[in-house]
């Protein structure tokens, strides 16, 4: 196995714009993935991620900006099944043909050797099913060979939507085991999802866009760390009370029922010293632990089944690398 220098790996995304008719789906968006680590690719439904993975592998033109893989755009690689593997929709198979001739006619078609198939097979835990019709799969397998496929080239880069999809808990184990070792390996790995929970777990940095935009990015340890925070609180006076919250640095505040609100961004001790000074009780002040999913909520202001009104182009299966 021969990794890419790094300065191949990187996922250049720089300034790109796309519009479908009169829904921007994605604006200016600029972020760098390094190689050498899992980066999760974070947004509510609609936010413009598969619009962004698609200009990104050549399928969508941006409107403006350019994505790229290492110094060049993707339809520029003179190799791209070596260079990038990319899984968008694990569905794009001949129901007919066995997982094993699938990746034949795959590597015959990407001029790859086709020692590989067996190679990969036996790496995503398919060796035993490479024989049988893929109709009969699971959508778990379908999710193994569509990354089996991406695999072919042993490229660099990873680029994966929801790749633990269908999958049972020790399928997702071990996706996730899959992935790291990559990354170990000096391979760039870009994934998105929204199990967020299992990102949490997976990934060492976050890109997490909202409505096309990005709203942060950088290592997962930020997000978690001693400088994020979510309080509880009831009052009597919460309107007096978000008026003084509001006003502190780094405070988002959320009404989370009549007495109630949900504060972000500032320890408890800190609410109590601003409650103090202006003069308002408190009847309860309780600081819960922060996840990804705590903060992700609060950088998109989404609520878990709320979904922003971008648009993700048509389409169907997509698997690169092919």
């Known amino acids: ?10 996922i250049v995304v720089e300034g790109v714009s796309k519009s479908f008719g009169p829904v921007r789906a994605v604006n200016e968006l600029s972020f760098v993935v390094e190689p050498g680590g899992v980066t999760g690719f974070l947004g509510p439904n609609g936010a413009g991620k598969t619009t962004t ?6 399928l969508v033109t941006p409107d403006s900006g350019v994505a790229r893989i290492g110094s060049r755009r993707y339809a520029d690689l003179p190799t791209p099944a070596h260079e990038v593997g990319a899984v968008l929709d694990a569905s794009g198979f001949h129901p007919a043909r066995s997982g094993r001739d699938h990746l034949r006619v795959s590597c015959t078609l990407g001029g790859l050797p086709l020692r590989r198939v067996d ?26 060979l569509a990354l089996a496929g991406a695999l072919l080239g042993d490229p660099p880069v990873l680029i994966l939507d929801e790749p633990t999809n269908g999958l049972d808990p020790e399928g997702i184990a071990w996706m996730r085991r899959l992935l790291q070792g990559f990354a170990e390996q000096g391979r760039t790995v870009l994934v998105s999802s929204h199990v ?14 909202r409505r096309g935009q990005l709203v942060h990015h950088g290592p997962l340890a930020e997000l978690s760390g001693p400088d994020a925070h979510v309080v509880s609180i009831r009052s009597p006076r919460t309107e007096a009370l978000t008026a003084a919250l509001s006003a502190a640095e780094g405070c988002r505040v959320e009404r989370a ?15 109590g010293d601003i409650a103090f000074a202006a003069g308002v009780m ?6 819960h632990a922060v996840g990804l999913e705590d903060v992700f909520f ?7 089944t709320d979904s922003d009104p971008g648009v993700d182009p048509p389409g169907g299966a997509v698997t690169c690398g092919r």
Request: charged residues 20%; without cysteine; hydrophobic residues 40%.
């Open 119 to 144: 190679e990969v097979l036996d790496l995503v835990g398919l060796s035993d099913a490479g024989t049988r019709r893929v109709r009969g799969y699971s959508l778990g397998m379908r999710q193994r």
């Open 298 to 304: 609060s950088l998109t202001n989404a609520t878990g």
């Open 282 to 287: 408190l009847h309860e002040l309780t600081p």
């Open 196 to 209: 967020l929970s299992e990102v949490q777990q997976l990934v060492d940095q976050v890109v997490i866009i």
């Open 257 to 271: 029922g009549p007495d109630r609100l949900r504060v972000t961004g500032v320890p408890a001790s800190r609410i």
């Open 53 to 58: 993975l698609r200009m990104l592998l050549g």
């Open 1 to 10: 196995m021969v990794v890419a220098p790094a300065e191949h790996g990187r």
